[in-house]
């Protein structure tokens, strides 16, 4: 596994990030490159004086996940990379497992972890390819009454064995290992997606360009999920993954059903703005929750990331 890198993009993620970087130096890999977006506690670790293995990279800004990660992804020298977040506690049998799955398929670009609570249950973070009605389903206020339709359990893979290996359409970010061959061939992570589905659509790109991603079961590891970007307010994550699914459906659907979707998030946001805006009347939310679902609005209205 010396051929291995591993790149880790970090913000304010001291408390996960410890952990996973000891689990990953348990395993053989060559490298292990963490990208730092400007956090506030990343100086508590001195990360490189774990191991000589680590290599710190200091962001003066938060850039961002796929800005941060193409930086790490041009630092490293493996014949495999690893993406993973700083909340997944890794193992070297599921890293070798991965690296032989890539070994063995010449089609196979990229292979995908099961991911599992902290309490050992299956996370069902594989999705089909997003369609409009699947990510207006998932994303708005009605989300609660759709997400048991067909089409919303069909997107979200319900029926996904997480013991049987298998090709996938789409796979989490959080921990996927890919072909530096494949990354050369294709390019980074589109920036165009700053914190969301930056992967889902690297997916597509891998696929479309005749490569395979692969499900390894025997590559079992435990993630917390979303660390870093539970810590931002709920209506500015709302609004960046709003923003996300509006901008992939305009580069592979159409300007209409992207102006479509737009309109539908941008009626959403303000319905919720308003809702937060009594609660703010009625003493249960405050000023800055109120100022962020405006926020959110506009950057849905106005195309506009909190990252540009």
């Known amino acids: 596994m010396t051929d291995i890198s ?10 996960e990030l410890k952990p996973c970087v000891e689990a ?15 956090s506030d506690d990343i100086s508590e670790l001195n990360l490189e004086e774990m191991s000589p293995k680590i290599k710190l990279f200091l962001n003066t800004t938060n850039e961002g996940y796929a800005r941060a990660i193409n930086k790490g992804i041009e630092k490293s020298a493996g014949r495999f990379v690893l993406l993973l977040n700083p909340d997944v506690v890794v193992n070297a049998p599921g890293i070798s497992a991965m690296s032989e799955a890539l070994d063995k398929g010449e ?5 995908a972890a099961r991911l599992d609570w902290p309490d050992g249950r299956f996370q069902r973070y594989f999705t ?14 009605l ?12 997107y979200l893979k319900a029926d996904m064995s997480p013991e049987i290996a298998q090709e996938l359409e789409t796979a989490p970010g959080a921990c996927l290992m890919i072909k530096k061959s494949a990354i050369d061939m294709i390019g980074g992570m589109d920036e165009r997606f700053p914190l ?14 005749g490569g395979r991603i692969l ?17 931002m307010k709920p209506e500015l994550r709302r609004g960046e993954l709003m923003l996300s ?22 009626i959403d946001l303000k319905i919720r703005a308003a809702a937060t805006l009594c609660r703010l009347i009625t003493k249960k939310k405050n000023a800055s929750d109120f100022t962020a679902a405006l926020k959110a609005v506009y950057m849905v209205a106005f195309n506009k990331s909190l990252f540009e």
């Not at 089609?107 to 292979?111: D, F, K, L, M, P």
């Not at 089909?128 to 206020?141: C, W």
């Not at 989300?143 to 069909?154: A, M, Y």
């Not at 499900?215 to 810590?231: E, G, K, L, W």
Request: proline share 3%; glycine share 0%.
């Open 24 to 38: 990953a130096l348990a395993s053989d890999i060559a490298e292990i490159i963490v990208i730092d977006n400007a």
């Open 128 to 141: 089909a390819d997003p369609t409009v009605a699947s990510l207006a389903a998932r994303l708005i206020v």
């Open 196 to 209: 969301f589905f930056n992967d889902v659509d690297y997916c597509v790109r891998l696929r479309h360009s």
């Open 107 to 111: 089609s196979t670009y990229a292979a």
């Open 6 to 15: 591993i790149v880790i993009v970090s913000y304010n993620s001291a408390k």
């Open 245 to 266: 699914a509006v901008r992939y459906v305009g580069k592979y659907k159409s300007r209409a059903s992207a102006f479509a979707l737009k309109l539908m998030f941008v």
């Open 215 to 231: 499900y390894v079961p025997d590559a079992r590891f435990t993630h917390i999920m979303q660390a870093s970007v539970s810590r």
């Open 143 to 154: 989300e609660p009454f759709l997400r048991n339709t067909k089409k919303v359990q069909d």
